[in-house]
T-cell receptor, first 114, second 112 residues
Framework: GAGVSQSPRYKVAKRGQDVALRCDPI?????LFWYQQALGQGPEFLTY????????KSGLPSDRFFAERPEGSVSTLKIQRTQQEDSAVYLC????????????FGPGTRLTVL | GENVEQHPSTLSVQEGDSAVIKCTYS??????FPWYKQELGKGPQLIID?????GEKKDQRIAVTLNKTAKHFSLHITETQPEDSAVYFC???????????FGKGTKLSVKP
């Protein structure tokens, strides 16, 4: 079946603009994670949803970052007033209910803030 | 919190040789250790994982070992092929949290 999909794949924003990044998880996957991957680094956790509930947002770097998953399926990561340090690849992963933390990643959205 | 260290940062081998990547973790409560392969422009792909109640797991040319006492785990790739060239990440997690803590990655180059 289809894997995790993300859109757009590439986004260029001017500093100060708002952006919205979309994640479509594997159908039926209950858990959804967002990670941020800086160039040459490993992914870093941002936030976690179980169905529509955001259970952990401890990794969000500032209050400019906001994530939602209103119907427990598609999720959107929004970044307000983008800064150059927000430039990174944003990865989404989903996980099935009862899975032992087996997370499946999408291709990511590369965000460049000019 | 958990900290995962990964070595080496780069690894170059000849086709057919073996490659070993090592990781250490700090939190003794971590109980799940996956390995991901990331090719340029793609998301991380889960290639093998191990849970804390197992010492070793093998899948064809790939194996992972875990030493809970020493808090380290390793990825072993045998009979390497050029298509194994990629960046490999180790990670650790506690089931209760779910989120993965990643190492900084190892860039593996397999020369034909």
């Amino acid at each position: 079946g289809a894997g995790v999909s993300q859109s757009p794949r590439y986004k260029v924003a001017k500093r100060g603009q708002d952006v919205a990044l979309r994640c479509d998880p594997i159908s039926g996957h209950v858990s959804l994670f967002w990670y941020q991957q800086a160039l040459g680094q490993g992914p870093e956790f941002l936030t976690y949803f179980q169905n529509e509930a955001q259970l952990d947002k401890s990794g969000l770097p500032s209050d400019r970052f906001f994530a939602e998953r209103p119907e427990g399926s598609v999720s959107t990561l929004k970044i307000q007033r983008t800064q150059q340090e927000d430039s990174a690849v944003y990865l989404c992963a989903s996980m099935a209910w009862g899975s032992y933390n087996e997370q499946f990643f999408g291709p990511g959205t590369r965000l460049t803030v000019l | 919190g958990e900290n995962v260290e990964q070595h080496p940062s780069t690894l170059s081998v000849q086709e057919g040789d073996s490659a070993v990547i090592k990781c250490t973790y700090s939190d003794s409560a971590s109980n799940y250790f996956p390995w991901y392969k990331q090719e340029l422009g793609k998301g991380p792909q889960l290639i093998i994982d191990i849970r804390s109640n197992v010492g070793e797991k093998k899948d064809q040319r790939i194996a992972v070992t875990l030493n809970k006492t020493a808090k380290h785990f390793s990825l072993h790739i045998t009979e390497t092929q050029p298509e194994d060239s990629a960046v490999y990440f180790c990670a650790a997690s506690k089931r209760s949290q779910g989120n993965l803590i990643f190492g900084k990655g190892t860039k593996l180059s397999v020369k034909p």
